[in-house]
């Protein structure tokens, strides 16, 4: 079965950085697009991009242009999403959502979510 | 970018109602609209996919309707266990965008 098991929770400073990773299991890492998603206490949901693990392409949000970096290691199945420049503002749960087959976008899989804190 | 504007912000009903949650779009996206559910702690569930689409497992009480910029998600005779918040995302353009959020409580 598809599972997507994410880090753990994590305390920043402000003005650094952070790397949180997905590891996939139960399906072809390489044949699906991985997406994150960003959402903050109390609020919404926030689409921030995704990546194609079979090739490495990308695409952002451009709101996260310069914030999110999405990665993918083949060898571990395994997706990263590094932030930038933390502020409190980037304190959220961030999920990682596996794509859909073919060329719809909707999320059938997630994480169980990285809560992210930003505080000195 | 498509603005997803989601209604009524919140819910309260009682057991055996029929719900109706609304989600209108700023631009046509044909039918690429679904529908999730998320309960406290936990991460959304997608209950309903492009087309009007039932996931596998999804209770038939939970519907959707709708093409281009208006769309109905229902649920029918809601039960205890369908409370939590129901988000709208259109996946026709980048980037993705999800409605705000219909919270529902059950009286």
């Known amino acids: 079965q598809v599972q997507l098991q994410q880090s753990g929770a994590e305390l920043v400073k402000p003005g650094s950085s952070v790397k949180i990773s997905c590891k996939a299991s139960g399906y072809t890492f390489t044949s699906y697009d991985m997406h994150w998603i960003k959402q903050q206490p109390g609020n919404g949901l926030e689409w921030i991009g995704w990546?194609?693990?079979?090739?490495?392409?990308?695409k952002y949000n451009q709101k996260f242009n310069g914030k999110a970096t999405l990665t993918a290691d083949k060898s571990s199945s395994t997706a990263y999403m590094q932030l930038s420049s933390l502020t409190s503002e980037d304190s959220a749960v961030y999920f990682c959502?596996?794509?859909?087959?073919?060329?719809?976008?909707?999320?059938?899989?997630w994480g169980q979510g990285t809560l992210v804190t930003v505080s000195s | 970018e498509t603005t997803v504007t989601q209604s009524p912000a919140s819910l309260s009903m009682a057991v055996g109602e029929k719900v109706s949650i609304s989600c209108k779009t700023s631009t046509d996206i044909d039918d690429d609209m679904n529908w999730y559910q998320q309960k406290s702690g936990e991460a959304p569930k997608l209950l309903i996919s492009e087309g009007n689409t039932l996931r596998p497992g999804v209770p038939s009480r939970f519907s959707s309707s709708g093409y281009g910029t208006d769309f109905v998600f229902t649920i029918n005779n809601v039960l205890l266990g369908d409370e939590g918040i129901y988000y709208c995302?259109?996946?026709?353009?980048?980037?993705?965008?999800f409605g705000a959020g219909t919270k529902l409580e059950l009286k």
């Open positions: 995302q259109q996946s026709d353009n980048v980037p993705y965008t």
């Open positions: 959502a596996r794509g859909a087959p073919g060329y719809e976008d909707w999320f059938a899989y």
């Open positions: 990546i194609y693990p079979g090739n490495g392409n990308t």
